[in-house]
């Protein structure tokens, strides 16, 4: 049975998709070739039709997770940016969430390839950001983040990572409310 061309496509897509939500629910050293492939529903051989090894699909897996979320929606101003990153939902569900906050640590760690995806990733993380804090015409017309962007980021990103952490309901909707509350008097 003859594919159309649009099906090698469709299957990568669906393979990268998975992996992203995988990787940021496990961890990336937890995702296998196998366990992931029998996941969506293919053999672990057809792997290789897509990929040239487990790198390589990281590194679109990051790449793709990278455009999900509050701070890739370009519809989304400052402040419903930080009130949708910073929510109890985006906390209790990293395989839905930011990729920087959900495999950070991990990505640090990797091969040269995923480390410079990563490296990408938080560099469009800090440009999109900071387009939300001043406007895209601003925002061009500066050669680096602001020390508020920068501050901002890192609060976001903290707080996600330190309300996953605590193992404490309560104490992780204080962390969100109070980082919340902090970047947008900041912002």
Same mark, same amino acid.
């Given at each position: ?49 897509? +990929?040239?090894? #487990? ?9 793709? =997770? $990278? @455009?999900?979320? *509050?701070? &890739? /929606? !370009? ?49 469009? +993380?800090?440009? #999109? ?9 601003? =925002? $061009? @017309?500066?050669? *680096?983040? &602001? /020390? !508020? ?39």
């Amino acid at each position: 049975m003859r594919y159309p061309d649009s099906h090698k496509l469709e299957v990568k897509e669906k393979i990268v998709r998975a992996a992203g939500r995988l990787l940021r629910r496990d961890g990336l050293d937890a995702v296998s070739i196998p366990g992931l492939m029998k996941e969506v529903g293919l053999t672990h051989g057809g792997f290789y039709n897509h +990929f040239a090894d #487990r790198d390589a699909l990281v590194v679109e897996a990051v790449r793709v =997770a $990278a @455009r999900e979320g *509050a701070i &890739a /929606d !370009e519809s989304r101003d400052f402040a419903a940016t930080v009130r949708d990153y910073l929510s109890e939902g985006h906390a209790a569900h990293p395989e839905l969430g930011c990729v920087l906050a959900a495999l950070g640590a991990d990505g640090a760690r990797a091969s040269k390839s995923v480390r410079a995806a990563f490296a990408e990733t938080a560099r469009g +993380f800090l440009s #999109r950001l900071e387009v939300k804090r001043l406007g895209a015409a601003r =925002a $061009a @017309r500066r050669s *680096a983040p &602001a /020390d !508020e962007t920068l501050a901002a980021a890192s609060q976001l990103l903290g707080a996600i990572v330190l309300a996953r952490l605590v193992n404490d309901d309560e104490l992780a909707k204080r962390i969100l409310a109070v980082a919340r509350k902090q970047a947008l008097a900041a912002g």
